[in-house]
């Protein structure tokens, strides 16, 4: 009785599909996040009657065949990009990119990793850093008599001091793109790692070769969309029902076989 395996499979991606609309939920008022998506593919076919096979009878070709399908598998699970709305923080050291890129910072490890999360804070030393902690690259360090700070569109960070006029230049962001952002690793935090899906990192400042730009005192917000993510998991339990409905069936006419006599 194939049908009690295809139907485990079947209840088997329908829990990875909650699975999946679980944590876009969890994950509503996460800065920058972006929804993922549960993708499933058929399995092999046992082919009991190969199509396009002659007829003993008569010599004809069968225009069909007989093939059984063995259940459905996970494909992939992958990121929906999309631009979240921006909001209004009024902090200095938030920052929102409007359009293509990530933030690259650097890891415990020494490696690189990205996000697009702006909420940037400020280490004991001036230096900007992640809210983990994590270096922001490339390095810069706001002076501790620093007044205030100013982030432009293009990534720029001026200094302003109460003893002088003109503000100081002390860097500019650069911004991290990808051939296949899709590809990236994530790795929990807001933080994806480069893998060989996703492309080398091609590092520029905001607003050329086709990144975004940055607007200080703005965070981006998860793109969820609560009300797509219900219907699909109210999608997603009436598929697992229906498949546990036919285990129960498989289930009932072995029984009768059984007590065949």
Known sequence: MRALQIAATGMSAQQMRVEVIS????????????????????????????????NADDGTILPTGVQIGLGVR???????????????????????????????VTLP???SAYTRDGGLQRSADGQIVTADGFPVQPNITIPLDARSIAINASGE????????????????????????????EAIGSNLFLETAASGAADIAP????????????????????????????????????????????????????????
């Open 23 to 54: 944590n876009n939920l969890a994950n509503m008022s996460t800065t920058a996040y972006n929804a993922r998506r549960a993708d499933f593919a058929d399995l092999h076919y046992q082919q009991v009657t190969r199509p396009g096979t002659i």
């Open 74 to 104: 996970p494909a992939s699970v992958s990121v929906q990009l999309a631009q979240g709305s921006i909001a209004q923080t009024g902090g200095d050291l938030d920052i929102a990119i409007e359009g293509n890129g990530y933030i690259e």
């Open 109 to 111: 490890s020494g490696i």
């Open 157 to 184: 960070v001026w200094a302003y001091f109460d003893d002088r006029v003109e503000p100081e230049l002390l860097g500019q962001f650069n911004l991290a793109g990808f051939a296949n952002e899709k590809g990236l």
């Open 206 to 261: 905001p607003g050329q070769n086709g990144l975004g730009t940055v607007r200080q005192g703005y965070l981006e917000d998860s793109s969820v969309d609560a009300v797509r993510e219900i219907t699909e998991l109210i999608e997603a339990q009436r598929g697992y029902e229906l498949n546990a409905k036919v285990i129960t069936a498989a289930d009932q006419m072995l029984g009768a076989t059984t007590q065949v006599r």
